[in-house]
């Protein structure tokens, strides 16, 4: 990493001139084998002219410092091509070159002392020849360099052209100028051949390097457009992101990259193929800011961030441990960013030195911050489509969209759903494939008008199914603007409204039906009010009359209707207040037969009403409201399901059956044990298959639109499961239908209570009774009655009244018979209030209205009678002497108002 991080701190012409030196000193290292190769043979034959001139010990000598000189040279030929030592290494070489040229030099330079004769000019030619040949061929091989071949020519000349010059002759001192002149023509021819090498070797270097950033650039562009392939096709973000920093690692020796995206304010990992994994894991996740790395600053920051060295630098100082422990020095981070300038993550360079990036790694990392914003700006706004998307595919309103002349282009699942068209039904038609006829040609025109001028259409409207059937729809219309703010298409959302539409006719009829229950609550008041006035008169006509046994009968008979039409008003009660549960031990079979006589005035008189009731009294813990309204709704689907069938009829049956392991196995869901089976059924129309597992949810219906809610049977079934029971159904089309109801019996025997024929009246013995009422005809038939029970009778025609005639006789009165509705002081505050001046005090409560409404619930809960009106004269005989009794004992009755 010592040669990365010099190449670092090196500029292009730094580096080219290193790669010029050490293809000079390669050339001299090339030339060293021949070189030494033709020195050793020049040497011999040097050694052979001279053997008889020369002491042949000095000749061995010189031949000896030739051979050393010629191994070295040589020996340094091999170790040079044999290291191959690169750029940063040459100045070594360099200099090793230079010693073994002074060396090989100083041999040769010898030979113009040793191997000279002094007394022979011919062999002092000789040497002259043989050395000027070698320094001539110096030119040729050691003039890559000035330096090496300088002191070549001058180790190898100089000593011979001072011999010249010492000799002392003239022919001898002439040639010692013209040695000096050849030096000099040497030089120069070194020198021009030294600057012919230099060029040659730089057009080279320029020319390879030229050739090099060409395949690099070929390399690089081709391996770019592969991203830019991988993102066209839509490859995974991660595959493109590893090509990414694969990329420029290859570009950079010794340089590991990672990218990293931007998600809220945390980066996660995206890629680092060099990078190990646990350091991935460590450092995804990491919080931006000011001072967290220079990932985590640049991002934060927008800006680019490059940190010299990890170990000093305060922006790693909180995660320069778990980096460090990776071999990360330097770290160079760009932010990547959209193209509004949004920042979506960071590229980063990794260096294992400490170091800043040269000029080629800044703008490599401008290139891979580009590229990547590509793909995360591509990456996000796939993620963006792919949940508007989904979003859209799996919204709950039907969406649909067209171009901007209204053919469509899309429609949701949901629509699909909404009208049964499909894809293929309409994709190029127009949405007048929906037009129901319930809207106007007008409507229409206001609808396109307002959409085509850029504004958002909202209203209902009907549309038709592809079935033919319409639907209720709350319909938003938007245009859709493209960047020039032109309308490309325009998008619908509708809301399904028919549950809506259910639940305002649910809401409707809770409404009719609340005010039936008060206008029902007011009559049966004011009608209670006048049968009590009747049946307290026929109690005293039957009175006048013992001895003439045919009126007795004839008022009897006006008594039992009196009290008929009373029921008929609780059944009334009963209907309009249906939304209260009571569940409380109930006769079924003596139960359902009222609601079946009531049901006989709803059923057109075409149609038989069958009835087949067992005997038992089949005790249920029930609640009367709700079992008559789905007995209702029962018999009332019956009616509908008659319409247009020959000899229309309506079965209900009760009676019991027993669930045991043999019934179980067809019912597998039941639980044994005795229940009371109600069954309903018709020769109607029957139920299709296909409808029948949809029979009991809310709102569905197979009626005409107006015909039904879609609520009976889910009622039906709502108030079988409340009663703890089951239902069944039994449908075939074009023959009829039948439902079975199964309620759990109740252990207990029933019990019913003493007849009011067998009831005998109970007569006073003058004790005083105070009867308050508004309505003076109960007062005045009251008081007449109670007087024929043997009662002294005050009257008071409201509460505050009553208080007052207590207050004053409280020692006398033994019972008040109160009213609970009444002007000024209603009966329960009245009987608070004398009971503060009377604790031990007996109140029996009368009233026309609902008991369960006019009474509080710890008033109905206590003690206290409670008689409804009109009442029994035999019952209201029975409670007063009860409550006289009771005063007499002094028992204390525990009720509180």
Same mark, same amino acid.
């Given at each position: 990493?010592?040669?990365?991080?010099?190449?670092?701190?090196?500029?292009?012409?730094?580096?080219?001139?290193?790669?010029?030196?050490?293809?000079?000193?390669?050339?001299? *290292?090339?030339?060293?084998?021949?070189?030494?190769?033709?020195?050793?043979?020049?040497?011999?034959?040097?050694?052979?002219?001279?053997?008889?001139?020369?002491?042949?010990?000095?000749?061995?000598?010189?031949?000896?410092?030739?051979?050393?000189?010629?191994?070295?040279?040589?020996?340094?030929?091999?170790?040079?091509?044999?290291?191959?030592?690169?750029?940063?290494?040459?100045?070594?070489?360099?200099?090793?070159?230079?010693?073994?040229?002074?060396?090989?030099?100083?041999?040769?330079?010898?030979?113009?002392?040793?191997?000279?004769?002094?007394?022979?000019?011919?062999?002092?030619?000789?040497?002259?020849?043989?050395?000027?040949?070698?320094?001539?061929?110096?030119?040729?091989?050691?003039?890559?360099?000035?330096?090496?071949?300088?002191?070549?020519?001058?180790?190898?000349?100089?000593?011979?052209?001072?011999?010249?010059?010492?000799?002392?002759?003239?022919?001898?001192?002439?040639?010692?100028?013209?040695?000096?002149? *050849?030096?000099?023509?040497?030089?120069?021819?070194?020198?021009?051949?030294?600057?012919?090498?230099?060029?040659?070797?730089?057009?080279?270097?320029?020319?390879?390097?030229?050739?090099?950033?060409?395949?690099?650039?070929?390399?690089?562009?081709?391996?770019?457009?592969?991203?830019?392939?991988?993102?066209?096709?839509?490859?995974?973000?991660?595959?493109?992101?590893?090509?990414?920093?694969?990329? *420029?690692?290859?570009?950079?020796?010794?340089?590991?990259?990672?990218?990293?995206?931007?998600?809220?304010?945390?980066?996660?990992?995206?890629?680092?193929?060099?990078?190990?994994?646990?350091?991935?894991?460590?450092?995804?996740?990491?919080?931006?800011?000011? /001072?967290?790395?220079?990932?985590?600053?640049?991002?934060?920051?927008?800006?680019?961030?490059?940190?010299?060295?990890?170990?000093?630098?305060?922006?790693?100082?909180?995660?320069?441990?778990?980096?460090?422990?990776?071999?990360?020095?330097?770290?160079?981070?760009?932010?990547?960013?959209?193209?509004?300038?949004?920042?979506?993550?960071?590229?980063?360079?990794?260096?294992?030195?400490?170091?800043?990036?040269?000029?080629?790694?800044?703008?490599?990392?401008?290139?891979?911050?580009?590229?990547?914003?590509?793909?995360?700006?591509?990456?996000?706004?796939?993620?963006?489509?792919?949940?508007?998307?989904?979003?859209?595919?799996?919204?709950?309103?039907?969406?649909?969209?067209?171009?901007?002349?209204?053919?469509?282009?899309?429609?949701?699942?949901?629509?699909?759903?909404?009208?049964?068209?499909?894809?293929?039904?309409?994709?190029?038609?127009?949405?007048?494939?929906?037009?129901?006829?319930?809207?106007?040609?007008?409507?229409?025109?206001? &609808?396109?008008?307002?959409?085509?001028?850029?504004?958002?259409?909202?209203?209902?409207?009907?549309?038709?199914?592809?079935?033919?059937?319409?639907?209720?729809?709350?319909?938003?219309?938007?245009?859709?603007?493209?960047?020039?703010?032109?309308?490309?298409?325009?998008?619908?959302?509708?809301?399904?409204?028919?549950?809506?539409?259910?639940?305002?006719?649910?809401?409707?009829?809770?409404?009719?039906?609340?005010?039936?229950?008060?206008?029902?609550?007011?009559?049966?008041?004011?009608?209670?009010?006048?049968?009590?006035?009747?049946?307290?008169?026929?109690?005293?006509?039957?009175?006048?009359?013992?001895?003439?046994?045919?009126?007795?009968?004839?008022?009897?008979?006006?008594?039992?209707?009196?009290?008929?039409?009373?029921?008929?008003?609780?059944?009334?009660?009963?209907?309009? &207040?249906?939304?209260?549960?009571?569940?409380?031990?109930?006769?079924?079979?003596?139960?359902?037969?009222?609601?079946?006589?009531?049901?006989?005035?709803?059923?057109?008189?075409?149609?038989?009403?069958?009835?087949?009731?067992?005997?038992?009294?089949?005790?249920?813990?029930?609640?009367?409201?709700?079992?008559?309204?789905?007995?209702?709704?029962?018999?009332?689907?019956?009616? /509908?399901?008659?319409?247009?069938?020959?000899?229309?009829?309506?079965?209900?049956?009760?009676?019991?059956?027993?669930?045991?392991?043999?019934?179980?196995?067809?019912?597998?869901?039941?639980?044994?044990?005795?229940?009371?089976?109600?069954?309903?059924?018709?020769?109607?129309?029957?139920?299709?298959?296909?409808?029948?597992?949809?029979?009991?949810?809310?709102?569905?219906?197979?009626?005409?639109?107006?015909?039904?809610?879609?609520?009976?049977?889910?009622?039906?079934?709502?108030?079988?499961?409340?009663?703890?029971? *089951?239902?069944?159904?039994?449908?075939?089309?074009?023959?009829?239908?039948?439902?079975?109801?199964?309620?759990?019996?109740?252990?207990?025997?029933?019990?019913?209570?003493?007849?009011?024929?067998?009831?005998?009246?109970?007569?006073?013995?003058?004790?005083?009774?105070?009867?308050?009422?508004?309505?003076?005809?109960?007062?005045?038939?009251?008081?007449?009655?109670?007087?024929?029970?043997?009662?002294?009778?005050?009257?008071?025609?409201?509460?505050?009244?009553?208080?007052?005639?207590?207050?004053?006789?409280?020692?006398?009165?033994?019972?008040?018979?109160?009213?609970?509705?009444?002007?000024?002081?209603?009966?329960?505050?009245?009987?608070?209030?004398?009971?503060?001046?009377?604790?031990?005090?007996?109140?029996?409560?009368?009233?026309?209205?609902?008991?369960?409404?006019?009474?509080?619930?710890?008033?109905?809960?206590?003690?206290?009678?409670?008689?409804?009106?009109?009442?029994?004269?035999?019952?209201?005989?029975?409670?007063?002497?009860?409550?006289?009794?009771?005063?007499?004992?002094?028992?204390?009755?525990?009720?509180?108002?």
């Amino acid at each position: 990493m010592a040669k990365e991080a010099a190449s670092n701190t090196l500029s292009h012409a730094d580096t080219d001139a290193l790669k010029i030196r050490a293809a000079q000193v390669t050339i001299l *290292y090339k030339q060293a084998a021949t070189a030494s190769f033709t020195s050793i043979v020049v040497a011999c034959l040097l050694a052979v002219m001279q053997w008889h001139v020369i002491a042949q010990d000095t000749i061995i000598i010189w031949l000896a410092l030739m051979f050393v000189a010629t191994s070295v040279r040589f020996i340094s030929f091999a170790l040079f091509f044999k290291v191959k030592p690169d750029v940063y290494k040459i100045h070594v070489w360099e200099k090793a070159q230079f010693f073994i040229t002074v060396l090989a030099g100083s041999a040769w330079g010898s030979a113009g002392v040793l191997m000279f004769p002094q007394a022979s000019f011919e062999y002092q030619a000789g040497t002259l020849v043989v050395l000027t040949g070698m320094a001539a061929g110096a030119v040729t091989t050691l003039s890559a360099l000035r330096k090496p071949v300088a002191t070549f020519l001058l180790l190898v000349l100089v000593p011979m052209t001072a011999n010249f010059f010492l000799t002392g002759s003239d022919t001898a001192f002439l040639i010692g100028i013209l040695l000096l002149m *050849y030096i000099t023509f040497l030089m120069i021819s070194a020198n021009q051949s030294y600057s012919i090498n230099l060029e040659n070797i730089s057009m080279r270097i320029r020319s390879d390097a030229s050739k090099q950033k060409l395949r690099i650039s070929e390399q690089f562009s081709k391996e770019t457009n592969a991203i830019l392939e991988m993102m066209a096709k839509g490859e995974g973000a991660r595959r493109i992101y590893d090509a990414i920093t694969s990329l *420029y690692e290859s570009r950079h020796g010794g340089i590991r990259c990672s990218l990293l995206e931007l998600r809220g304010n945390q980066l996660l990992h995206g890629s680092a193929p060099s990078m190990p994994e646990q350091y991935c894991k460590d450092l995804n996740g990491l919080i931006i800011g000011p /001072d967290v790395g220079s990932c985590g600053t640049a991002v934060f920051t927008g800006k680019m961030v490059l940190v010299e060295d990890v170990a000093t630098d305060p922006k790693w100082a909180t995660v320069k441990d778990v980096v460090l422990g990776y071999g990360i020095r330097s770290a160079w981070s760009k932010p990547v960013l959209d193209s509004s300038g949004k920042v979506l993550g960071s590229f980063c360079m990794y260096g294992e030195a400490p170091g800043l990036p040269n000029e080629e790694q800044l703008a490599d990392m401008e290139s891979a911050a580009h590229l990547a914003s590509i793909v995360l700006e591509r990456e996000q706004r796939d993620v963006s489509l792919r949940k508007f998307s989904r979003a859209i595919e799996q919204a709950g309103e039907a969406i649909l969209i067209t171009d901007v002349r209204g053919m469509i282009e899309y429609i949701n699942p949901a629509f699909t759903k909404l009208s049964g068209y499909t894809e293929e039904d309409l994709l190029g038609k127009t949405p007048r494939e929906l037009k129901s006829g319930f809207q106007s040609e007008a409507y229409y025109q206001e &609808l396109w008008g307002t959409i085509t001028s850029g504004k958002v259409w909202t209203g209902s409207i009907i549309d038709r199914r592809k079935d033919g059937s319409s639907y209720p729809a709350m319909m938003s219309i938007a245009p859709i603007l493209n960047d020039q703010g032109e309308i490309t298409n325009f998008v619908s959302i509708q809301q399904d409204m028919t549950e809506h539409q259910a639940l305002e006719n649910q809401f409707r009829q809770a409404q009719k039906m609340e005010a039936l229950g008060t206008l029902v609550g007011g009559i049966a008041h004011d009608f209670n009010n006048i049968l009590a006035g009747m049946t307290g008169n026929l109690y005293l006509a039957k009175k006048n009359t013992e001895d003439r046994p045919d009126v007795q009968r004839k008022l009897s008979n006006v008594e039992d209707l009196s009290f008929r039409a009373a029921d008929l008003i609780q059944q009334l009660l009963t209907f309009a &207040l249906r939304d209260m549960v009571t569940m409380k031990p109930l006769p079924l079979a003596t139960f359902i037969k009222e609601p079946l006589k009531l049901m006989r005035t709803t059923i057109p008189e075409n149609i038989k009403l069958r009835r087949d009731v067992c005997t038992d009294s089949l005790l249920i813990n029930g609640d009367a409201t709700q079992l008559q309204q789905a007995l209702i709704n029962l018999v009332n689907n019956a009616r /509908d399901a008659l319409e247009g069938i020959d000899n229309p009829t309506i079965t209900v049956r009760l009676n019991t059956v027993e669930v045991d392991s043999k019934f179980l196995e067809n019912h597998p869901y039941f639980l044994k044990g005795v229940y009371a089976h109600l069954q309903v059924q018709d020769n109607g129309c029957g139920i299709p298959s296909e409808h029948l597992d949809h029979l009991f949810e809310p709102f569905f219906t197979t009626k005409e639109q107006g015909k039904g809610t879609g609520l009976g049977l889910a009622m039906v079934f709502g108030a079988i499961k409340t009663h703890q029971g *089951y239902i069944e159904v039994e449908s075939k089309e074009g023959e009829g239908s039948a439902f079975h109801l199964y309620i759990p019996l109740l252990d207990q025997a029933f019990q019913p209570a003493a007849s009011k024929a067998e009831m005998p009246i109970v007569n006073g013995n003058g004790e005083v009774v105070l009867l308050v009422d508004d309505e003076a005809h109960i007062r005045a038939t009251g008081k007449e009655v109670l007087e024929s029970l043997g009662y002294e009778v005050l009257l008071a025609k409201d509460g505050q009244e009553a208080v007052d005639i207590y207050s004053k006789s409280f020692k006398r009165i033994k019972v008040v018979v109160m009213d609970v509705v009444m002007p000024k002081l209603g009966g329960v505050e009245a009987a608070h209030q004398i009971m503060a001046l009377n604790p031990n005090v007996k109140v029996i409560f009368a009233s026309g209205y609902d008991i369960e409404e006019a009474l509080p619930e710890n008033v109905l809960s206590s003690e206290v009678p409670v008689l409804a009106k009109p009442y029994d004269v035999k019952l209201l005989s029975k409670e007063i002497a009860s409550a006289i009794s009771a005063a007499e004992k002094e028992v204390v009755t525990n009720w509180s108002i």
